[in-house]
């Protein structure tokens, strides 16, 4: 046996670590606002309000939010606020008020509407006693919320409550709440409230808007419901950028995102002498029940700590962990070396230079990858089965590189499903082969589900672009460079092949081209059809 030569594995993989190590410092490169989005020597004007933490939902009706956590929340957004709206008062929302008062908050007090009618007499006789009750606090009165948008109610009934609310209330400004488009199809509202309380969500739009365009989204939005509704004021009621979830379009939600997005239209609002409401204090976990991991992200506030996500004076980064996402990104990839050299001890001839390239690139890309699959996996699983579906995806993305090193260095070629569960002629290639063939399966399994769930329910589904590139791009290399064997085509995998092919072309379409998050993912799925296309199941000899 020839001497082992470690030179042109090490050159990789310093080539490897040195391509880590950029690509990190440039994602984490931080960005530095002319105005923080939350100073308190420039208090926000208001801000929404909803307490619910961790398990804590209104979508069960048992849940009653504790006074002492209320206070806690209030105390501290004084310091960065001089008002909160509210939404309901069930659930101990009615306690705000009071809590409000001995703090220094006012508030727009919420009237939660439904289809339910006996229920909305409960919340408006609440409301108006509050109100009554805490003159100089509750400001105003906010008789439903996108109760239209969400179809619950005519214009007509919630004209009527809101004359009937304005009657018990006396002179206190009474107004409705809704997304701007709603305001403008159902005109009569206007003559029953005393201000134009609007919703802006450029994210949300039917068109997105792209983060650096969301203020003068906002802006000219106002403009023309000046116009529209002349004579009254129009407050902006919700606006704002959720710091984490899916691409829509060109609207990307990420924290350097929402940090630009808040101050701009915080600085608009100074300048221009309007007033503006954002949507939210604190993340609320519970809506991404809803509306998936974009919806539980618009807060300003970290939902469990409590803390300001972006104290003034602090540079913003979307990965201020970086260093640490870094470093475990170049132990993957030092680790993927290490599998391939144990593997060439074991073996008596020297690998072809293609084959330490493609371990090269299969450890450069999932050392490049882990942080990001990481940090995905953190604020994407939501419940026991999003946790487990993530981690299971992302233990594939960390397993593939690993193996498939093995693999390349070994000349061995990518695995089947029937080596795995086929009959007993197809089995027998070995622990390593049948682990890599496992993890072959989870990652198609995943691979398949997401893609179906982006055809037929996209709206709230995050893109798994980083774990799935970090296990398929070792797939796709193992099979150009060690070719597969002669043998039949699986029924397997050209059903998956066929599935997955579909279902990309049909995302792309669906998605737009701006959409990155999307574009990534669906080559990664068209990468894993090209692969499983490609298998070749053949029976052991004998």
């Known amino acids: 046996m020839e001497p082992i030569s470690l030179r042109t594995p090490l050159a990789l993989l310093l080539i490897s670590l040195a391509v880590i190590a950029s690509v990190w410092w440039w994602l984490a490169t931080p960005i530095t606002l002319a105005r923080a989005p939350i100073d308190p020597a420039a208090k926000l004007q208001c801000v929404s309000y909803t307490p619910f933490r961790g398990a804590q939902t209104p979508l069960d009706p048992t849940t009653q939010i504790p006074v002492e956590q209320i206070e806690q929340d209030l105390a501290d957004l004084a310091k960065v606020t001089d008002c909160v709206r509210t939404y309901s008062i069930e659930n101990g929302l009615d306690q705000v008020p009071g809590v409000a008062a001995k703090v220094g908050l006012k508030v727009m007090q919420g009237i939660w509407l439904s289809s339910n009618r006996f229920k909305n007499l409960q919340?408006?006789?609440?409301?108006?006693?509050?109100?009554?009750?805490?003159?100089?606090?509750?400001?105003?009165?906010?008789?439903?919320?996108?109760?239209?948008?969400?179809?619950?109610?005519?214009?007509?009934?919630?004209?009527?409550?809101?004359?009937?609310?304005?009657?018990?209330?006396?002179?206190?400004?009474?107004?409705?709440?809704?997304?701007?488009?709603?305001?403008?199809?159902?005109?009569?509202?206007?003559?029953?409230?005393?201000?134009?309380?609007?919703?802006?969500?450029?994210?949300?739009?039917?068109?997105?808007?792209?983060?650096?365009?969301?203020?003068?989204?906002?802006?000219?939005?106002?403009?023309?419901?000046?116009?529209?509704?002349?004579g009254k004021e129009i407050l902006i009621g919700e606006t704002g950028w959720p710091s984490a979830g899916r691409m829509r379009e060109g609207a990307l939600p990420s924290r350097t995102n929402q940090a630009r997005v808040v101050s701009e239209i915080l600085d608009l609002a100074k300048r221009e002498g309007f007033r503006v409401n954002l949507i939210e204090a604190y993340d609320q976990p519970w809506k991404r029940k809803l509306e998936g991991t974009v919806g539980g992200n618009w807060g300003l506030f970290d939902a469990a700590r409590r803390q300001v996500k972006y104290p003034p004076g602090v540079a913003i980064s979307n990965y201020p962990d970086w260093k640490l996402q870094m470093a475990g990104g170049m132990a993957l990839s030092i680790a993927t070396f290490l599998a391939a050299w144990l593997t060439l001890r074991r073996r008596p001839w020297t690998p072809r230079p293609s084959a330490w390239i493609a371990v090269g690139i299969s450890a450069t890309t999932a050392g490049t990858l882990l942080g990001i699959a990481g940090d995905k996996m953190y604020y994407e699983s939501y419940g026991v089965g999003g946790w487990l579906h993530w981690g299971v995806l992302l233990a594939a993305a960390i397993a593939s590189p690993l193996l498939t090193a093995h693999a390349l260095i070994a000349g061995r070629s990518l695995p089947t499903f029937l080596e795995l569960v086929g009959p007993r002629d197809y089995r027998g290639k070995g622990a390593i082969g049948a682990l890599l063939a496992i993890v072959l399966v989870i990652t198609t399994v995943i691979a398949a589900e997401t893609a179906l769930g982006f055809a037929f329910d996209p709206r709230y589904r995050d893109f798994p672009y980083a774990s799935l590139t970090m296990a398929v791009v070792p797939f796709a290399l193992l099979t150009m460079f060690n070719r597969p064997k002669e043998g039949i085509r699986p029924l397997a995998e050209s059903v998956f092949a066929g599935l997955l092919a579909i279902a990309a072309l049909f995302t792309i379409y669906n998605e737009g081209t701006i959409n990155w998050q999307s574009d990534w993912t669906c080559v990664m799925y068209l990468l894993l059809a090209a692969t499983l296309w490609r298998a070749r199941a053949a029976q052991n000899p004998g």
């Open 123 to 230: 919340q408006i006789a609440i409301a108006v006693r509050l109100a009554k009750e805490y003159p100089g606090v509750v400001t105003s009165l906010i008789v439903g919320n996108e109760v239209l948008l969400r179809g619950e109610m005519t214009a007509a009934d919630l004209a009527g409550n809101i004359r009937a609310v304005k009657a018990a209330a006396g002179n206190l400004p009474v107004t409705y709440a809704d997304v701007w488009e709603y305001w403008v199809k159902n005109r009569e509202i206007y003559d029953a409230v005393d201000f134009v309380t609007i919703h802006i969500l450029p994210y949300w739009e039917d068109i997105p808007v792209k983060a650096k365009y969301a203020a003068a989204h906002v802006d000219d939005i106002r403009k023309r419901m000046a116009v529209t509704f002349p």
